[in-house]
């Protein structure tokens, strides 16, 4: 059953159409079972999501730092099996919080695929402000550019 489970969550990977997931960085995550990530010093955090069962991840949210330190980019991604149950909710909520409460960060960026309105509903949940569409602006795997959809969210803004 786990490993039928881990094997849907890895086909979901590959065929994933949002191009703010690298794959090949997600697959990695996922059969290593937990994001092995030693960042620099405020330039990137992780957190996995996972079940009790070894090396089969059920989600994953991660935060990039500009060089300046000041603005963060969110990115996440849940298997399929594992959606609608708030996780992906909860695990952002928590790490926006973290974001601008701890590294006092001055905003957070999150972008989706268009297509992509559950992701764009958790962005909205959490307190993410849409900010619009940024036209051609991310490399899909099969090598078309696409669009994005930006949101952001600044100290004050987090919803509980």
Same mark, same amino acid.
């Given at each position: 059953?786990?490993?039928? !489970? #881990? ?11 949002? %191009?703010?997931l690298d794959?090949? +960085?997600?697959?990695? =995550?996922?059969?290593?079972? #937990? ?9 990137? !955090?992780?957190?996995?999501? !996972?079940? +009790?069962?070894?090396r089969c991840?059920? $989600? ?27 996780? #992906? ?5 928590? /790490?926006?919080?973290?974001? /601008? ?18 992701? %764009?509903?958790?962005? =909205?949940? =959490?307190?993410? %402000?849409?900010? $619009?569409?940024?036209?051609?602006? *991310? *490399? ?8 994005? =959809?930006?949101?952001? *969210? *600044? ?6």
């Open positions: 059953m786990d490993r039928r !489970r #881990c094997a849907r969550t890895r086909r979901s990977l590959q065929r994933s159409r949002d %191009q703010s794959p090949a +960085h997600s697959l990695a =995550v996922h059969r290593g079972g #937990c994001a092995h990530v030693r960042p620099r010093p405020r330039t990137a !955090r992780g957190l996995l999501a !996972r079940d +009790h069962a070894p991840a059920r $989600g994953a949210i991660g935060l990039g730092i500009n060089g300046p330190g000041y603005r963060g980019r969110i990115g996440y991604w849940v298997a399929t099996e594992a959606r609608g149950g708030g996780v #992906c909710t909860r695990a952002l909520r928590v /790490l926006s919080r973290w974001a /601008l409460d701890e590294l006092a960060l001055a905003r957070l960026e999150l972008i989706t695929d268009p297509d992509n309105l559950a992701s %764009q509903r958790v962005a =909205v949940k =959490v307190g993410f %402000q849409r900010e $619009g569409v940024l036209r051609s602006h *991310l *490399l899909h795997p099969d090598g078309r550019l696409r669009d994005s =959809v930006m949101f952001s *969210l *600044l100290p004050g803004e987090l919803v509980d």
